[in-house]
């Protein structure tokens, strides 16, 4: 177990939507990265976030945004859901930036209907 | 072209044989280099990390850089079952951001 955790487990919205999805990072570290994996590929970076400030984005809309919380615990939101968006969602927190491992949760399933 | 190629596979081995993965990047500036392992349902979780040409052994695993070929491998000796799942290799880009390959699902008969 990696000590990161994400709620809900699986989620289903419709087009149009909003969603919130939540990660609990290991304490004492200070970095949270959320990707975006589509089933039958590898994750894509969606954005990184360091001492609750934004620190690097991906190939990725405005309608993708996040928070990080001082109790290491960070959102994604994504507004005005796409059928496109069904993946699973993943965080993974690290103590630093740069080349620090990086350790996952389990993922948020999201499908919009 | 693709920052990152893997074969997705699927591979199918039987216990015990030697398993093979590889993956080729372009971007020269690549420095780290790791490998993940993801279970079905599950995030994943690293298994192997270098940041040098050469190899690198842990236990069943090793993992092999060329940089100069801008390849890397994992080989996974005398294969179980549970060794069955999809492996993603992963690099840091310049900013510091882990760029991802397709991944390769593999499974091992009994």
């Known amino acids: 177990e990696t000590g990161v955790t994400q709620s809900p487990t699986h989620l289903i919205k419709t087009r149009g939507q909003q969603v919130t999805l939540r990660c609990s990072s290991q304490s004492g570290h200070n970095t949270v990265s959320w990707y975006q994996q589509a089933l039958g590929q590898g994750p894509q970076f969606i954005f990184q976030?360091?001492?609750?400030?934004?620190?690097g984005r991906g190939n990725f809309p405005p309608r993708f945004s996040g928070l990080q919380f001082p109790n290491y615990s960070s959102e994604l939101n994504v507004n005005a859901l796409e059928l496109d968006d069904s993946a699973l969602y993943l965080c993974?927190?690290?103590?630093?930036?740069?080349?620090?491992?990086?350790?996952f949760g389990p993922g948020t399933r999201l499908t919009v209907l | 072209q693709k920052e990152v190629e893997q074969d997705p596979g699927p591979l199918s081995v039987p216990e015990g044989a030697i398993v093979s993965l590889n993956c080729t990047y372009s971007?020269?500036?690549?420095?780290?280099f790791m490998w993940y392992r993801q279970y079905s349902r599950k995030g994943p979780e690293l298994l192997m990390y270098?940041?040098?040409?050469g190899n690198k052994e842990d236990g069943r695993f090793t993992a092999q850089v060329d940089k100069s070929s801008k390849y890397i491998s994992l080989f996974i000796r005398d294969s179980q079952p549970s060794d069955s799942a999809t492996y993603l290799c992963a690099f840091y880009n310049q900013g510091g951001k882990l760029i991802f390959g397709q991944g390769t699902e593999l499974s091992v008969k009994p």
């Open positions: 971007n020269s500036a690549f420095q780290y």
């Open positions: 270098t940041y040098s040409s």
């Open positions: 993974a927190s690290s103590p630093g930036l740069a080349s620090d491992t990086q350790y």
């Open positions: 976030y360091y001492r609750e400030e934004e620190n």
